[in-house]
Structures are given as C-alpha cells and as structure tokens.
C-alpha cells in the first residue's frame, strides 16, 4: 500500500515567513501523495481587533457568530491558503488550495446550538468526506491545500477545528493508503515535563496514553490533540507524529500508534 | 463541438444576496460545461475603509499594494469565493472555488513598473493557461468558480481584472469548445443612450463597434470592456454577451461577433 502523508500545521509557523518557507520546502521533500492542512495564525485576531469584532467564548472554545465567519473565511481560504499554494507553486509543488465546500470535499454538520450555541461551526463525519475527487487531485500529483472551513451542503460554509479536519481527511484516505498523520505545533512534542524540551515522550500507545492522562503530566491544550490521534488510529490511521514543524524529514518527536 | 459557457459577473450582484441567489439558479441551469468568474463588490472597500487602507489610483486605476494584495485575497479569494461555492453546492451544481495560483491554472505576469508602478498586479497570457487541468473538472461534470486572483509562478499571488480572467480562460479553452462569453453587469446591454435602459445594440460587430467607438456614443467604462471582448473573439471565442444578470437565460442583451 502507498503511504499518504497528511500534515498539519498551525498559526505559530503561519506566522513567521522565514520558518514558513523553510517547512514548505522540508514538505515538497516528502516522498509521495501529500495533504496539507493549515489553522490560522495571529492575522485573524489582528483583524478581528482592526474591525471590531469581539471573540465571543464559551468555556475557552470560540463561537463562531456571522462576523467572525466572514473573517476566519478570509483569513483562511483567502490569504493564507492562497500565499501558501503560491509559494509551493514556485519550489515546484504543484497545489490546489481548497475548503470543504470545494468539490463537496469535506461537508459537514452544523453543530447543534442546544445546550451552546457556537454559531457557524461544523463537525465532520470522516465518511462523508469526498474521496474521489481527493484520489483523483493525488493521482495527478496534485498536492491538495486546506484551510479548516467546510459547508452544510445548505448554503452556508463552517468554521472547523483544524486538526479535526486533517485527522478526518487521513481518516477517510485511510482505505487507500498507508496513512501517517503529522501534527507540526511548537512544541518538540509531547513533553513528559512541559518546561523542558527535551523531555519528549517518543512513543505513546493507547495504553501508556491512559496512565499519561491520569498522571496529569500532559498539558490541557495537549489532551484534544491526543485524543484526536487515537481516533484517527481507531480509524484506520497508521501511524500520528507529534513534532516542532522544524523537525519534518527526521525522527525528533512524539510518535503515537 | 461542444458548448463551453464562460460567465463573468460584477461587484454589483454579489452585493446583492438575493439577486445573487436568483443569477446563480439560472447559471446552474445552463447545459453543458461552464465556468464562472466573480469579481469583487462593495465588501472590499468596506473593509479597506475600516482597516485604514487608503485606495491609491493612478489615472482611475487602482494600485495594489501589499495591504491592498492581502485584503483582496481575503475577500474574493476567501469569503466571495467560498460563499459562491457553498450556495452552488446546495443547489446541485458541484463547483469548485480557484484562484490562479491552483493547480496552477492562471499564471500571470507581474506589470512592469515602468512607467507606473501598479503594484501587485498580474497580467495574463491566454496560452500559460492550464488548460489540462480545467479540462480535467470539466470533464467530471465540476464546475470552476474563479476569483481574479492569479500568481506570478515566483511565490507571489498578484491581482488581475475580472474581465481579462474570464476573457482569457474563454480564449485558452476556444480550441476545445464552442466558447460563449458572457458579462453579466448592472445594465441591460450596451447602450445607444445610456440613459435609456430600453436602447440596447443588439449585435455589434468589428466594424460596427469602430463606428460605435468613433460616434462617442458608448460611455467610457464600456470601451475596455468591448475590447476585451474583440480581443477574446479574435482570439478563437465564438461569441461574447454583454447583458443584465437577470437575463442570463434570455436573449436580452448584446451579442459582440
């Protein structure tokens, strides 16, 4: 079976051009049928704050109220995903910039507003995920690019949690590749004690990740992250790397299975 | 040969949600392959205006500078674009939202500064177009919706006129479709008093349009347009429409052949 490499990277490295540029190059390298999928970054609250749009929270999740969907919708199928297939365009991986709602690739389910409701946001269901249209774009040698907004197939896109999006994507890729899973965040990965980074827990299974949990050595930002790489394994995702973006194209990192 | 059926459609019906519902129900009822090019609306400028960016122009052209590049892409490239997308889905007509930058479909050449420089933005060859992969979504029944926004093959994207994108992609295709263009705009045609909605001129020719041009009688925003349209029908399409969004569909207009 191939292997599918689908990666994730967030709005730190989005941030910073230079270190942008140097993991898009680290990712043409890779060998094989590739996905990129990219959060947000700093330019979404920039904006926010420019244009007056206040962040409404409901127990530290953001709600998604019509304005902020116009603005993450921007941000994110607009000027990221667009800068970012522009700039591997010119090292010569040839990408496609995509949401959910092109091609119908990734549709999704509003989430419900009772008991909160967090506005424009959508779940997704890895089988509704369209993978024709994505064998068809890695056949070519087309690189697919996504910002994490999908559509109701009613109209209206949704906002959707980025590393949900590419472990769904690697999920439903699952029956036709060999699939590894990478989330890139600044971290060197899961760290056993998280004011050092060299503390790198390099491999956790399903087991050990019971006791991390109830150990209470892993970070409450951590914890979705993880559990979203056991589904993902659950799944029929092969293998979940979590690692520091500078670390693509070598072992330094967590890996899960 | 097969009909291929390129619309281009302005600022002022994206404006519009409801018109824009109507037009889009009519383009999903259109046989065969077709294509959609959008351009902006008033969002752009709403959101330069809060954002602080200044609209610099030079001899009523707008000049695109990086803020300009960023905001633009953030709004036809991100919201419009997407929100054409998902409403197209909901009505059965599967589509997908590109840029140029794509699978690189629409490269383009950054305007020399000399004698004026117009900052970032793109000049498009007809024949650099990807014609292979645009064939390709054609062929599985996906229909194209593009933002005039293109890239410069050397990392950046660049902005482009909505007319010269929808001209050119008509033109690049015209070799394996029968090509109609359409402009879709806020009149009924072109005018032969464009105070008087009712005056359309039906069927204008190359030579017709010298005696046009020559008599003064067409306003001036309408000569680049009817330019562009000469232009893509020297260069293989079989016909251009200039007429009112909600015509589309009937024969109200003018034919340029």
Redesign the interface.
Known sequence: MKILTVIKIGGNIIDRPDELEVFLEKFEKIDGPKILVHGGGVLASE?AD???IKTKMHQGRRITDLETL?LV???????I???I???L??IGC??????G????CVPAVRRSPVPVDFGYVGDVDPHQINTG?LL?MLG?G?TPVFCA?T???????LNTNADTMASSIAIALSRDYYTRLIYCFEKQGVLSNPDDEESIIPLITRVSYESIKASGVVRDGMIPKMDNAFFAIDNGVSEVFIKHASNLGNNKGTVLK
Request: aromatic content about 8%; cysteine-free.
């Open positions: 904006m420019k244009l007056g116009k919708s921007m941000v994110y199928a607009g000027w995903n667009k800068s297939v522009a700039k365009q010119k040839n990408s496609i910039g995509l949401s709602a092109d091609a119908d249209f068809s070519k087309i907004i559509h109701d197939r009613n109209g209206s896109i």
